[in-house]
């Protein structure tokens, strides 16, 4: 039975739809936007030419190389993990009952970030373009076991637990990304520094399946087991009457967002606040229920990311901002706001 008020039935949908139209405008933005200001008429002319196939006289113009190559590929990765971390945030804090859970809290970006800095200051692209996202996806995934072993040590496996193995895992590869960045090559502290702030300079056409992956991921497990996370809002006692195994969810949700997070890191570095602030702007609209609110989560994370991008390539032209420091302000902002109203 559907126990959402009738407002609820009607408010998603319309939400779902606008966010939709303003994902479209802002895609569209994005590809018009940077150090090469382009006009919309003259970016949906090479999206055309692209499509169908017409390429003039001596290969691809440099519009459409701009456009197809560089920037379409670049505003694709930001949708896709951006709603990757929204729908993480949301799964997150309704399993640990914190409304400041998001990626950084357990641990998994700061694996995922120790992994690439060990390939950029010490062993370097050993796989060529695949080197630096292979490292960090195992260094994410490395960071997880290490939380999930820890939490099936103790007895209390509850969630405030897991938070604190989280930390405690964080804490712990911040410190081995830090001794990385100080012993290894000093030439290469730029590009740690870049990576370790998050960007979008990674985007090509054959890297995006891994994010690709990563948000399917999410967001299938999410929509399927949406009334178990339902549940779960009543409290653990209420959920287990009603048939949910607690533990075993939270253990393989915890597992699933470790992959998806795994995932987007290896490609962006670590983006921070976007899967802590996005659950609370979807709640608003959405409601508590998981079946809009993920959907709803998925495009505002996307809009985010995007809209930020476009701020980290503008504001600074012609160099680029690294896109975390511009989410990261926009959270402590959400942050001291969302302290004022508890």
Avoid at 134 to 155: D, H, Y
Wanted: include cysteine; hydrophobic fraction near 60%.
């Amino acid at each position: 039975m559907d126990v959402r008020p009738a407002f609820w039935g009607r408010v998603p949908a319309f939400w779902i739809l606008a966010g939709l139209i303003l994902l479209a405008g802002l895609t569209l933005l994005a590809m018009s936007a940077g150090a090469t200001r382009l006009s919309f008429g003259a970016v949906l002319d090479a999206l055309a030419m692209a499509v169908a196939g017409v390429e003039p006289d001596g290969g691809p113009s440099p519009l459409t190389r701009i456009v197809v190559d560089l920037r379409l590929p670049r505003a694709l990765l930001a949708i896709m993990v951006g709603a990757g971390l929204g729908i993480v945030g949301c799964l997150l804090q309704t399993t640990t009952r914190n409304d400041l859970a998001d990626p950084f809290l357990f641990g998994l970006s700061s694996g995922a970030a120790a992994g690439a800095v060990l390939v950029i200051t010490v062993t370097g692209d050993v796989l060529g373009v695949w080197t630096l996202p292979t490292a960090a996806f195992i260094g994410g995934m490395m960071a997880s076991a290490v939380v999930l072993v820890l939490v099936s040590r103790l007895r209390d496996r509850g969630p405030a637990r897991l938070v604190l193995a989280g930390l405690a895992v964080s804490f712990l590869f911040m410190a081995l990304t830090n001794y990385l960045v100080f012993a290894g090559d000093q030439r290469a502290a730029h590009s740690v520094l870049f990576w370790t702030l998050g960007g979008l300079g990674l985007a090509r056409w054959d890297l995006l399946p891994v994010a690709l992956v990563g948000t399917l991921a999410i967001f299938a497990y999410a929509r399927f087991r949406h009334r178990q996370f339902d549940a779960l809002l009543a409290g653990d006692d209420t959920a287990a009457t009603l048939g949910v195994d607690v533990g075993a969810l939270r253990r393989m949700t915890f597992l699933v967002c470790a992959f998806a997070t795994a995932a987007f890191v290896s490609l962006t570095g670590v983006i921070g606040f976007v899967g802590l602030m996005v659950p609370h702007l979807a709640r608003g609209l959405a409601g508590p229920l998981h079946r809009d609110l993920v959907m709803l989560a998925a495009i505002i994370g996307a809009a985010l990311l995007l809209v930020s991008d476009i701020v980290a390539r503008t504001v600074l032209m012609p160099q680029e901002l690294p896109i975390g420091i511009v989410t990261t302000s926009v959270g402590a902002l959400f942050v001291l706001v969302l302290i004022r109203k508890i």
